[in-house]
């Protein structure tokens, strides 16, 4: 009886589970031996693969052998960064030959890795294999204050890498005897990406007006004072800004922080001289204490602390006002002379 390539994989599978307790106890003290090992080791890849991380949106994947290495180059900006998911998409023919490929995350790489280079001394930190799954997520912490989640359905890597040269060097190996020679060809399909922590950046500029060169005021951020105006990490919402000042007007801000993005919040001081606002009809004559204004185009018109009257003349009918000024405040009148009209027999 003859078989195809296919069913001679499954005969051997069969028989290598048949009898393979021995090769699995020394297959685990094989990874005990590695897991344990902390001096420096040099070794050679089949080639180099360079998988660089942004903070876009989009990931960036490439395709590597069971026998390559992946050097995962992290973004310029670290702001946010706190971590760095790796996922892998297994090929078939390595799940199908399960813990057949390795994978280990190596400390203290020389020389620097490049596309260029394949020979390599390094100390490996830790080691796992792909099982029969056909996928695989790795969770690195890049420091030793995050707040990465772990979960069922990734890996989470206990020690952290010395992303020597800003990258992490990964290293993928064939660690089974017995295996297709065409399980070295597979492709495994890697991508990368930030693993931020839940805060977003604001940098607040306070400005006095223009004819002050310096101002005092107190800010604060929902109702908590804070001295640091530039670069604050705050958590992802809507947070409220207020400025008070004994020279200036109170400002209130709103401003809604996302996470991992950076914001920018100015905020101009105003004078604290009183200002009223008037919204009359374009032919209404205005005074305020019997002097005529001319508050066509003006947004405000400020006024000296204390009592005032406001005059207002439209045709025949004048509306008077008084209003007390306290400084700081505004003040806004509003006319309306409205028409009734009624149908008599």
């Known amino acids: 009886m003859r078989y195809n390539e296919r069913e001679m994989d499954f005969y051997y599978l069969k028989k290598y589970r048949k ?34 991380v942004t ?5 960036n994947f490439v395709k590597a052998g069971p026998n390559d290495a992946i050097v995962v180059s992290l973004p310029e900006d670290m702001t946010f960064v706190q971590g760095i998911e790796i ?12 813990d057949s490929v390795a994978w280990s995350l190596y400390d203290e790489i020389k020389p620097e890795p490049t596309e ?9 930190k830790t080691i796992g294999t792909f099982g029969n799954s056909l996928s695989l997520v790795l969770k690195i912490p890049l420091n030793s204050e995050n707040t990465i989640k772990k979960d069922s359905y990734s890996t989470y890597i206990d020690t952290i890498p010395d992303f020597l040269h800003n990258k992490i060097f990964l290293r993928m190996q064939m660690v089974m005897k017995g295996t297709p020679s065409s399980l070295s060809e597979a492709e ?3 991508s990368a990406k930030p693993i931020y922590i839940n805060k977003g950046m604001l940098s607040i500029t306070v400005r006095p007006p223009d004819n002050i060169s310096s101002a005092l005021y107190n800010v604060f951020i929902d109702e908590t004072p804070i001295s640091k105006l530039q670069e604050l990490l705050i958590t992802p919402g809507i947070h409220t800004v207020h400025v008070t000042s004994d020279s200036f007007r109170n400002e209130t801000k709103s401003i809604t922080i996302e996470q991992a993005k950076k914001h920018t919040l100015d905020i101009k001081l ?26 066509k ?12 009257t406001i005059r207002i003349s439209i045709g025949g009918y004048e509306i008077v006002k008084t209003v007390n000024a306290l400084n700081g405040h505004s003040y806004s009148i509003n006319t309306n002379i409205d028409a009734t009209i009624t149908e008599e027999d």
């Open 116 to 124: 260029k280079k394949i020979d390599y001394r390094g100390t490996r």
């Open 19 to 52: 009898s393979s307790l021995l090769q699995i106890l020394l297959f685990t003290l094989l990874l005990s031996f590695f897991v344990q090992t902390t001096s420096a080791e040099s070794f050679r890849v089949h080639k180099t693969i360079m998988l660089p």
């Open 297 to 308: 185009g003006k947004d405000s018109i400020p006024v000296p602390q204390g009592m005032h």
């Open 270 to 295: 105003r004078d604290i001289t009183p200002l009223i606002r008037i919204a009359a009809p374009d032919n209404a004559a205005i005074q305020i204490d019997d002097k005529i204004i001319d508050y």
């Open 55 to 59: 903070n876009a949106e989009e990931k």
């Open 188 to 190: 495994f399909e890697v």
């Open 87 to 98: 996922m892998f998409k297994v090929p078939q023919e390595v799940a199908y030959w399960m």
